[in-house]
Protein backbone atom coordinates (compact mmCIF):
# COMPACT_ATOMS: atom_id res chain seq x y z
CA UNK A 1 0.00 0.00 0.00
CA UNK A 2 1.09 3.43 -0.84
CA UNK A 3 1.86 5.95 1.67
CA UNK A 4 0.08 9.40 2.30
CA UNK A 5 2.77 11.10 1.23
CA UNK A 6 3.35 9.18 -2.19
CA UNK A 7 0.12 9.20 -3.30
CA UNK A 8 0.09 13.59 -3.15
CA UNK A 9 3.23 13.07 -4.74
CA UNK A 10 1.42 11.17 -7.68
CA UNK A 11 -1.19 13.23 -8.08
CA UNK A 12 0.56 16.72 -7.70
CA UNK A 13 2.46 15.37 -10.52
CA UNK A 14 -0.59 14.18 -12.29
CA UNK A 15 -1.76 17.24 -12.05
CA UNK A 16 1.15 19.65 -12.45
CA UNK A 17 1.18 17.95 -16.27
CA UNK A 18 -2.19 18.04 -17.10
CA UNK A 19 -4.40 20.65 -14.56
CA UNK A 20 -7.84 20.27 -16.42
CA UNK A 21 -7.96 16.43 -17.73
CA UNK A 22 -11.30 15.71 -19.45
CA UNK A 23 -12.76 13.07 -21.57
CA UNK A 24 -11.58 12.48 -24.92
CA UNK A 25 -14.83 11.33 -26.11
CA UNK A 26 -16.37 14.62 -28.38
CA UNK A 27 -19.90 15.84 -26.40
CA UNK A 28 -21.59 19.34 -26.38
CA UNK A 29 -24.55 18.05 -24.02
CA UNK A 30 -25.10 15.57 -21.38
CA UNK A 31 -27.01 13.78 -23.41
CA UNK A 32 -24.82 13.52 -25.97
CA UNK A 33 -22.11 12.48 -23.94
CA UNK A 34 -24.28 9.74 -22.43
CA UNK A 35 -24.67 8.48 -25.89
CA UNK A 36 -21.30 8.30 -26.57
CA UNK A 37 -20.20 6.69 -23.37
CA UNK A 38 -22.79 3.57 -23.93
CA UNK A 39 -21.02 3.52 -27.36
CA UNK A 40 -17.27 3.14 -25.99
CA UNK A 41 -17.78 0.08 -24.15
CA UNK A 42 -15.73 -2.28 -25.31
CA UNK A 43 -14.74 0.01 -28.81
CA UNK A 44 -12.37 2.83 -28.80
CA UNK A 45 -13.18 6.50 -28.33
CA UNK A 46 -12.06 7.63 -31.81
CA UNK A 47 -14.40 4.92 -33.60
CA UNK A 48 -17.09 6.31 -31.48
CA UNK A 49 -15.88 10.10 -32.06
CA UNK A 50 -16.21 8.83 -35.77
CA UNK A 51 -19.82 8.21 -35.59
CA UNK A 52 -21.25 10.56 -33.36
CA UNK A 53 -19.67 13.33 -35.61
CA UNK A 54 -21.88 12.53 -38.17
CA UNK A 55 -24.96 11.09 -35.77
CA UNK A 56 -24.97 14.38 -33.84
CA UNK A 57 -25.65 16.97 -36.00
CA UNK A 58 -28.52 15.12 -37.45
CA UNK A 59 -30.19 13.65 -34.23
CA UNK A 60 -28.71 14.60 -30.73
CA UNK A 61 -31.77 14.25 -28.50
CA UNK A 62 -33.75 11.74 -26.99
CA UNK A 63 -36.98 12.59 -29.57
CA UNK A 64 -34.43 12.90 -32.20
CA UNK A 65 -32.72 9.45 -31.64
CA UNK A 66 -36.14 7.86 -31.64
CA UNK A 67 -37.53 9.50 -34.90
CA UNK A 68 -34.18 8.31 -36.64
CA UNK A 69 -36.05 4.41 -36.02
CA UNK A 70 -33.43 1.44 -34.98
CA UNK A 71 -32.53 0.95 -38.63
CA UNK A 72 -32.11 4.69 -39.20
CA UNK A 73 -29.28 5.29 -36.40
CA UNK A 74 -27.57 2.04 -36.84
CA UNK A 75 -26.85 3.62 -40.19
CA UNK A 76 -24.26 5.70 -37.75
CA UNK A 77 -23.31 3.39 -35.02
CA UNK A 78 -22.63 0.11 -37.46
CA UNK A 79 -19.24 0.98 -37.54
CA UNK A 80 -18.95 0.60 -33.57
CA UNK A 81 -18.25 -2.80 -31.62
CA UNK A 82 -21.25 -4.55 -30.62
CA UNK A 83 -23.87 -1.63 -32.45
CA UNK A 84 -26.61 -3.99 -32.56
CA UNK A 85 -27.32 -4.02 -28.76
CA UNK A 86 -26.30 -0.66 -28.13
CA UNK A 87 -28.35 0.84 -30.56
CA UNK A 88 -31.40 -1.21 -29.20
CA UNK A 89 -30.11 0.07 -25.90
CA UNK A 90 -29.65 3.37 -26.39
CA UNK A 91 -33.41 3.66 -28.25
CA UNK A 92 -34.77 2.14 -25.08
CA UNK A 93 -32.80 4.63 -23.32
CA UNK A 94 -34.14 7.59 -25.19
CA UNK A 95 -37.91 6.12 -24.56
CA UNK A 96 -37.68 6.27 -20.94
CA UNK A 97 -35.65 9.74 -20.80
CA UNK A 98 -39.02 11.77 -22.35
CA UNK A 99 -41.38 9.33 -20.68
CA UNK A 100 -39.70 9.87 -16.79
CA UNK A 101 -37.50 12.61 -17.24
CA UNK A 102 -38.75 15.40 -19.97
CA UNK A 103 -36.09 14.31 -21.27
CA UNK A 104 -32.99 15.36 -19.56
CA UNK A 105 -30.64 12.93 -17.68
CA UNK A 106 -31.05 12.01 -14.30
CA UNK A 107 -28.28 12.75 -11.91
CA UNK A 108 -28.15 9.85 -9.47
CA UNK A 109 -26.50 6.16 -9.54
CA UNK A 110 -29.94 4.33 -9.20
CA UNK A 111 -31.92 6.25 -11.89
CA UNK A 112 -29.04 6.13 -14.33
CA UNK A 113 -28.02 2.38 -13.74
CA UNK A 114 -31.61 1.41 -14.34
CA UNK A 115 -31.55 2.86 -17.85
CA UNK A 116 -30.43 0.35 -20.44
CA UNK A 117 -27.35 0.47 -21.28
CA UNK A 118 -25.61 2.14 -18.57
CA UNK A 119 -23.35 0.12 -15.76
CA UNK A 120 -21.98 1.35 -12.77
CA UNK A 121 -19.12 2.34 -15.01
CA UNK A 122 -21.07 4.59 -17.58
CA UNK A 123 -23.21 5.90 -13.98
CA UNK A 124 -19.55 6.66 -12.98
CA UNK A 125 -18.41 8.66 -16.02
CA UNK A 126 -21.83 10.64 -16.19
CA UNK A 127 -21.54 11.59 -12.38
CA UNK A 128 -18.03 12.55 -12.45
CA UNK A 129 -18.05 14.00 -15.54
CA UNK A 130 -21.18 15.69 -16.06
CA UNK A 131 -22.90 16.26 -12.58
CA UNK A 132 -18.96 16.99 -11.05
CA UNK A 133 -19.06 14.57 -8.19
CA UNK A 134 -15.92 13.08 -6.96
CA UNK A 135 -16.41 9.78 -8.41
CA UNK A 136 -13.93 7.37 -10.04
CA UNK A 137 -15.24 5.02 -13.07
CA UNK A 138 -12.49 1.95 -13.05
CA UNK A 139 -12.38 1.21 -16.98
CA UNK A 140 -9.27 -1.17 -18.30
CA UNK A 141 -7.13 1.62 -18.37
CA UNK A 142 -8.33 2.67 -14.58
CA UNK A 143 -7.81 -1.03 -13.28
CA UNK A 144 -4.47 -2.06 -14.85
CA UNK A 145 -2.47 1.37 -13.92
CA UNK A 146 -4.00 0.67 -10.29
CA UNK A 147 -2.60 -2.42 -10.24
CA UNK A 148 0.61 -2.18 -11.66
CA UNK A 149 1.55 1.33 -9.64
CA UNK A 150 0.16 -0.63 -6.48
CA UNK A 151 -2.10 2.17 -5.26
CA UNK A 152 -5.05 -0.18 -5.10
CA UNK A 153 -4.50 -3.40 -6.08
CA UNK A 154 -7.59 -5.78 -6.74
CA UNK A 155 -8.74 -8.09 -8.65
CA UNK A 156 -11.97 -7.02 -9.99
CA UNK A 157 -13.14 -3.26 -10.94
CA UNK A 158 -15.79 -2.36 -8.44
CA UNK A 159 -12.41 -3.61 -5.60
CA UNK A 160 -10.49 -1.29 -7.17
CA UNK A 161 -12.71 1.76 -7.11
CA UNK A 162 -13.51 1.69 -3.49
CA UNK A 163 -9.45 1.20 -2.72
CA UNK A 164 -9.34 4.05 -4.75
CA UNK A 165 -12.34 6.01 -3.56
CA UNK A 166 -10.75 5.44 0.35
CA UNK A 167 -6.86 6.46 -0.78
CA UNK A 168 -7.08 9.30 -2.98
CA UNK A 169 -6.82 12.95 -0.86
CA UNK A 170 -10.36 14.59 -1.71
CA UNK A 171 -8.46 17.71 -3.31
CA UNK A 172 -7.68 15.01 -6.08
CA UNK A 173 -10.52 13.33 -6.49
CA UNK A 174 -12.59 14.80 -9.02
CA UNK A 175 -9.86 14.82 -11.69
CA UNK A 176 -8.43 11.01 -10.81
CA UNK A 177 -10.42 9.14 -13.09
CA UNK A 178 -9.33 11.31 -15.88
CA UNK A 179 -5.47 11.15 -14.89
CA UNK A 180 -5.49 7.35 -14.40
CA UNK A 181 -7.28 6.76 -17.93
CA UNK A 182 -5.11 9.03 -19.83
CA UNK A 183 -2.05 7.51 -18.20
CA UNK A 184 -2.96 4.27 -18.98
CA UNK A 185 -3.76 4.93 -22.77
CA UNK A 186 -1.00 6.99 -23.07
CA UNK A 187 1.87 5.81 -21.26
CA UNK A 188 1.33 2.77 -18.96
CA UNK A 189 -0.09 0.76 -21.98
CA UNK A 190 -1.35 -2.36 -21.84
CA UNK A 191 1.23 -3.93 -23.95
CA UNK A 192 4.55 -2.69 -23.64
CA UNK A 193 4.40 0.07 -20.68
CA UNK A 194 6.58 3.08 -21.65
CA UNK A 195 8.40 3.38 -17.93
CA UNK A 196 11.05 5.18 -19.30
CA UNK A 197 8.65 7.91 -20.06
CA UNK A 198 6.80 7.59 -16.85
CA UNK A 199 6.57 10.66 -14.77
CA UNK A 200 5.53 8.55 -11.82
CA UNK A 201 7.96 5.15 -12.34
CA UNK A 202 9.84 5.96 -8.91
CA UNK A 203 6.21 5.54 -7.12
CA UNK A 204 5.37 2.38 -8.96
CA UNK A 205 5.76 -1.30 -7.23
CA UNK A 206 5.30 -2.94 -11.05
CA UNK A 207 8.82 -1.03 -12.00
CA UNK A 208 10.14 -1.48 -8.78
CA UNK A 209 9.99 -5.05 -9.50
CA UNK A 210 11.14 -5.35 -12.95
CA UNK A 211 14.25 -3.16 -12.52
CA UNK A 212 15.33 -3.03 -8.62
CA UNK A 213 14.27 -6.50 -7.74
S1 LIG B 1 6.44 2.85 -14.37
FE1 LIG B 1 5.63 1.67 -16.10
S2 LIG B 1 4.23 0.19 -15.16
FE2 LIG B 1 4.59 1.80 -13.65
S3 LIG B 1 2.92 3.28 -13.94
FE3 LIG B 1 4.66 3.98 -15.14
S4 LIG B 1 4.32 3.12 -17.19
FE4 LIG B 1 3.02 1.98 -15.76
Known amino acids: ?28 TPFELLVAVILSAQATDKGVNKATALLFP ?6 ALLNLGEKGLKEYTKTINLYNNKTRNILKTCQILLDQYQGSIPNNR ?5 LPGVGRKTANVILNTVFKEPIIAVDTHIFRVSNRLGLAPGKTPREVEDTLVQVIPDEFKYHAHHWLLLHGRYICTARNPHCQECIVKDLCDDYKDKYFK
Do not use: G
Open 110 to 114: KELEA
Open 58 to 63: VANTPQ
Open 1 to 28: MKTLEEIHQLFSRFQATNPEPTTELNYQ
